[in-house]
């Protein structure tokens, strides 16, 4: 070969390894239009919904429980947060529901790959006797995609929407999800940390164990 001809061929090698950087450099730096299909997750906001246009995703769903006051005098930083109802209409005072017995909250979203992986070895856990009652929180979501996830996988187990971040503020959940907490009895309240998403229904109990 020349030494004109390996000039040549430097010159075209480095001329397309250009082009290439190129245009890598537009596709993750074009500008992306707000109103396109799938948000990355990290971004996802919460979704106002009316109860009235999730009627329609409650119905198709089945029954999803609302968790109910259990009478004790809620304590800790879930006392007076409120969230609405995922399977109904209303709102229920998470402090109240969780008064003055250990349960675990799981914090999810219907975008979370992990979470639609964990959702079933929570509600298994919760079937067994003497597990804790299981909560979990639906946040950054549209519900209706969350309320499909749980007909989908065929979990019924309590849920309430985060609407407005005040679950989120008062655990300081952290931006990747999911995330799992443990209640206490006395309404303190201890992450499951590291949070790895649960595979099974003994790691669930593993950690309520650990941490009640």
Do not use: H, K
């Not at 971004?43 to 106002?48: A, F, I, P, R, T």
């Not at 996830?149 to 309430?160: I, T």
């Amino acid at each position: 070969m020349t030494r004109e001809l390996r000039v040549r061929r430097s010159e075209v090698v480095t001329t397309l390894v250009v082009v290439l950087l190129t245009v890598v450099a537009v596709v993750v730096l074009w500008p992306r239009d707000r109103d396109t299909p799938g948000p990355a997750p990290g971004n996802m906001d919460q979704v106002e919904v009316s109860d009235a246009d999730l009627a329609e995703a409650r119905a198709a769903a089945g029954p999803i429980p609302c968790p109910a006051p259990t009478g004790a005098p809620p304590a800790g930083p879930l006392a007076g947060v409120s969230a609405a109802c995922l399977g109904a209409p209303g709102s229920v005072d998470l402090g109240a529901a969780l008064a003055g017995r250990p349960a675990l909250v799981n914090v999810w979203a219907s975008w979370c790959v992990p979470c639609r992986e964990e959702l079933p070895a929570l509600a298994e856990y919760a079937a067994r006797p003497g597990a804790v009652p299981v909560l979990t929180v639906d946040t950054r979501d549209d519900p209706r995609a969350a309320a499909a996830l749980l007909a989908e996988l065929g979990v019924r187990l309590p849920s309430v929407v985060d609407a407005d971040g005040a679950v989120r503020a008062a655990l300081d959940v952290p931006p990747a999800l999911p995330a799992s907490y443990v209640v206490r009895a006395d309404g303190t309240v201890a992450r499951v940390d590291p949070p790895t998403p649960f595979r099974t229904a003994d790691e669930v109990a593993a950690a309520v164990e650990r941490l009640s």
